[in-house]
């Protein structure tokens, strides 16, 4: 019989990712079926969804948000090296280290904003105009996102201070 391992802070912010990462695809799915039902009913029954729209660019705000983090995590987003080769390995080093610095500033900035516009929408009970879908969990999903892709930037920024500049191109 074999221990269930101790779940520990990085198991638990890993499945956290996943978690979100599968909230993603699932707003990709009601995408597509919005979209496709909505395209049926107009040009078949001619008769159009209402708020279909609304649907898709909350579900928009809600898949990029959420898939953010782990994008971060397996570092998917696209990267740029064609002067990695000319600048050298201390170049690099610090082209990584300002890169995440200057996204974590901008980020943090953008979150402090947000939380604000969450509050905002809270108070006043914002909602879409045609559906009346409020507005405030969506915002929740963009500080979500935002907050864990600037923690992971934190710790990607502790990685490279530890590695230090690499030797490898």
Same mark, same amino acid.
């Given at each position: 019989m074999t221990k269930?391992?101790?779940?520990?802070?990085?198991?638990?912010?890993?499945?956290?990712?996943? +978690? =979100?990462? $599968? =909230? +993603?695809? =699932?707003s990709l799915v009601i995408m597509m079926v919005v979209t496709f039902v909505s395209v049926i009913m107009r040009y078949i029954f001619n008769a159009p969804l209402l708020g279909n729209n609304e649907i898709v660019q909350l579900m928009a705000v809600s898949l990029v948000m959420l898939a953010m983090p782990f994008a971060t995590q397996t570092e998917a987003h696209v990267r740029v090296d064609v002067l990695d080769a000319h600048i050298g390995r201390y170049g690099r080093f610090t082209g990584d280290l300002l890169a995440r610095c200057l996204a974590g500033f901008v980020l943090a +900035? @953008?979150?402090h904003r947000t939380w604000f516009k969450l509050l905002d929408t =809270?108070?006043?009970g914002d909602a879409t105009n045609m559906l009346r879908i409020p507005i405030w969990p969506f915002y929740g999903f963009i500080? @979500? $996102?935002?907050?864990?892709y600037l923690l992971l930037l934190v710790i990607q920024v502790i990685g490279v201070l530890r590695k230090g500049p690499r030797h490898e191109l």
């Open positions: 269930a391992r101790k779940m520990g802070p990085a198991d638990l912010f890993c499945r956290v990712i996943d +978690s =979100l990462t $599968g =909230l +993603s695809v =699932l +900035s @953008l979150l =809270l108070t006043y500080l @979500l $996102g935002m907050g864990l």
